[in-house]
């Protein structure tokens, strides 16, 4: 799986909008990218994932840029719940079953 | 909306205990897996499962063993405590292809004294 690259922590005011930033330089053409949070002494839970095209569910949206070689997870309107330690992972889905997590973003929403 | 339930969320065992940690999925996944998590190690694969019976070794099995008789229960088994096997155990379910994602239960801190 190709590596990522994330800063290690994070600040955002309670409302506005968070943009994690991830790169990925060296993605390749079969591999996803994958968004995971952890909450402090909680499993880690899925928010989304992308190839190509940007993404958008309930709980945020993933803007992949056209090269790949970067992505950028937003949380529209962030709350004090959202602080946590955000996971990007590029992998190939199917063959291969391990997760690995890097040491991720610890955002942390403010009041 | 649960759905996947470990059984414990908290649990103090002695060192030789033998161990049961339980895991049960809802969304009918056929792949489940065990991880630990460390601090400064992150995840670990221990084992994983693809089918009713089926388990591969993922990582660091030694010590632990596995039981799936069912689709949507994996059980993970310590047959003698230690402790260096105080950890936070991770189960996790997803589809045969992995593509929508891990489904991870809350965890159960495991502590062997």
């Known amino acids: 799986d190709a590596k990522t690259t994330q800063p290690p922590s994070m600040d955002c005011a309670e409302g506005r909008a968070a943009n994690l930033p991830c790169n990925h330089s060296?993605?390749?053409?079969?591999?996803?990218v994958y968004w995971y949070r952890q909450i402090h002494s909680q499993g880690p839970q899925y928010i989304i994932h992308g190839l190509k095209n940007n993404e958008t569910n309930e709980m945020a949206s993933l803007i992949i840029t056209e090269d790949r070689k970067s992505s950028t997870l937003i949380l529209p309107h962030a709350t004090l719940r959202d602080t946590a330690v955000y996971y990007c992972?590029?992998?190939?889905?199917?063959?291969?079953?391990?997760?690995?997590f890097g040491k991720g973003t610890l955002l942390t929403v403010n009041p | 909306d649960v759905k996947v339930t470990q059984s414990s969320r908290y649990l103090v065992k002695r060192t030789g205990e033998k161990v049961f940690l339980e895991c049960v999925q809802d969304?009918?996944?056929?792949?489940m897996f065990w991880y630990r998590q460390d601090p400064g190690l992150g995840l670990r694969l221990i084992y994983f499962s693809y089918d009713v019976k089926m388990k591969e070794k993922g990582d660091i099995p030694e010590g632990y063993s596995v039981s799936r008789e069912k689709k949507e229960r994996f059980s993970l088994i310590l047959e003698s405590a230690s402790t260096n096997q105080t950890s936070m155990y991770l189960c996790?379910?997803?589809?045969?292809?992995?593509?929508?994602?891990?489904?991870f239960g809350s965890g159960t801190r495991l502590t062997v004294v």
């Open positions: 060296t993605i390749s053409g079969n591999e996803y």
């Open positions: 996790a379910s997803s589809t045969l292809d992995t593509v929508g994602g891990y489904t």
């Open positions: 992972i590029v992998r190939v889905v199917g063959s291969n079953y391990k997760l690995t």
């Open positions: 969304m009918d996944h056929e792949n």
